[in-house]
């Protein structure tokens, strides 16, 4: 049985950190996806943000810290309200617009965000094209759409289809779908978005065995070396991708 996204996600947030991201593996991959994102997200001042999917604000914080205009939505109360305590205990001073909402039918108005980011949600989203083209729409000429997902066409193909014919996670039984790489780029061009950079990374369910999670995390970092960007990529089984709007 596949879970509806909101309850699952209302009953995982305030695990949620904990569960994914401690331990060698957890921390790695956390501070690795960190790194990539800070690399690609441009911060402009002036500038208007959308945030899709914030959960517990693993990026909403760091991003508000460095006093951008953000909006940051997601589909569960209780990812928003800890997003809101984080907020709170980092002090960020720049207010936030908090907001409970379907992305895939945001209702902003069109062209009114300089940069629209989303990780790890668009696998979560049904029919997430709707999403993209939602994207599409609320950003503005010369816009920047930066997107982190499981890519299907990856080290982890065999799985990725399995959880593609079944539409659910293996493990958390969550609606989930690994977006294709090659049909995303496709979509994009559709919609006057093109690729600017691409990046790559491992990702490694949590792994509570002390002696075999550390070994896994010190391959997720030799392999990481050789994934991050060039041809190797490809196999990546996280994909961080900066799509340009037209002007």
Known sequence: MTMNVEEFYNNEAKAYDTLRWTGPIGNYVHRQYERLVAEALPIIPGA???EVGCGTGRFTVPVAAQGVDLT?????DEMLATTRGK???AAVKQPVQLLK???????????SYDVVFSFNVINHVPEYERLITEVARVLKP???FVVGYPSLWSVYLPYAMLVNLTRRSIRRGVYTRWPSTPALVRQARGLGLSV???RGMFHCPAIRQP???NVVATMLKLGGKLVEKGPLQAV???RIMVFRKAK
């Open 87 to 89: 907020l709170q205990a």
């Open 101 to 111: 909402l379907d992305a895939r039918d945001s209702g902003f108005a069109p062209a």
């Open 211 to 213: 002696l075999v999670a």
């Open 72 to 76: 940051a939505v997601d589909i569960s």
């Open 196 to 198: 600017e950079r691409a």
């Open 48 to 50: 208007r943000y959308l």
């Open 142 to 144: 010369g816009g920047c």
């Open 236 to 238: 990546a089984s996280t």
